[in-house]
């Protein structure tokens, strides 16, 4: 996708070095980090300078890469991996990625190991570029559906960012939308800001405007009054983890538009790739929450009248905050998963129709 007119991934290696964009210094600042070790790697998903349960899962094959640079070591490469699952415990992306690696690197000589490394990583990435590539294939059928019916523009809302920012490229929730502006379906999109950290309004905004796509930053609780006022025609989702049965866990807010949407006979769809599915865990409640610092509500960023980007208190210094990060939406109020594979009902029995 792109910035500024130039052709971007989220990730890359070369040199030996991960080059990633800091997705904390937008929309303000566009910057392409450098990860030069297995720490710069897991300190990068700590705190968001890379988010997203694909693109987590991306970095966390490369933070392998890096370790293996670091020190070819099978014990240093073990608690590598141990680090890397643990800095971000929701999105299972995270973990298959991780587990993948240590799959195909189990066993091998220490002299092709880090060339094999290298190779997977890459894979995942190719991999993930090609299911999001699909998965917009897929969603552009529902969005053209809507077209032909209401031969108007489309107002699709959305929720925090699973844009191509958060994944290597097209996005997941993003995907059908971008597929849909390059066909010549007008599109809007209702870009929910997404409180705390605002991914919404500066991540999806920020890159459906370097696509040229209309869309309108709002509140997170304005969605349900303009579904009530006919003026959403559908919901797209990203996920951190779907489990067997359909159930979601996706950024914190998007249980209350699933409840808005199903109230308002609005379609609410979520768009994940296979490696997003968790097929072990049978329960919802079993999905760990991850609590972020209550920092990230108290304080905001923004730029001053200077231009220059500075953090700043909003709350009583005396006000406690907690910080849930996700929440689970159930299947009964997914109208469908849009997979690489096709769409299937947000249940185990549709799961196992495309995925055998």
Known sequence: MKIEGKEYRTIWFENNVVKIID????????????????????????VMEVRGAPLIGATAAYGL???????????????????LISSRPTAINLKWAVDRMMKKLSGVNSDKILEIAVNEAKDICEEDIKFCENIGLNGLKIIEEIYNKKKDTVNILTHCNAGWLATINWGTATSPIYHAHKKGIPVHVWADETRPRNQG?????????EEGVKNTIIADNTGGILMQRGEVDMCIVGTDRTISTGDVANKIGTYLKALAAHDNNVPFYVALPSSTIDWETKDFKDIPIE????????????????????????????SKAMNLAFDVTPAKYVSGLITE?????????????LFK
């Open 65 to 83: 890469v890096l370790a293996l640079i670091e020190n070819n070591d099978q014990s240093f490469l073990n608690k590598s991996a141990e680090d």
């Open 341 to 353: 594979k096709g769409i299937c009902e947000a249940s185990t029995e549709g799961l196992k129709k």
């Open 23 to 46: 997705q904390t210094k937008l929309p303000h600042q566009f910057v392409i980090k450098d990860l030069k070790n297995i720490k710069d790697a897991v300190n990068a998903i700590k």
């Open 291 to 318: 609590e972020r610092n209550s920092e990230e509500l108290s304080h905001m960023e923004g730029l001053d009248e200077n231009n220059n980007v500075k953090k700043v208190l909003i709350y009583s210094k005396k």
């Open 201 to 209: 309004a500066n991540l999806t905004s920020y890159e459906l405007n």
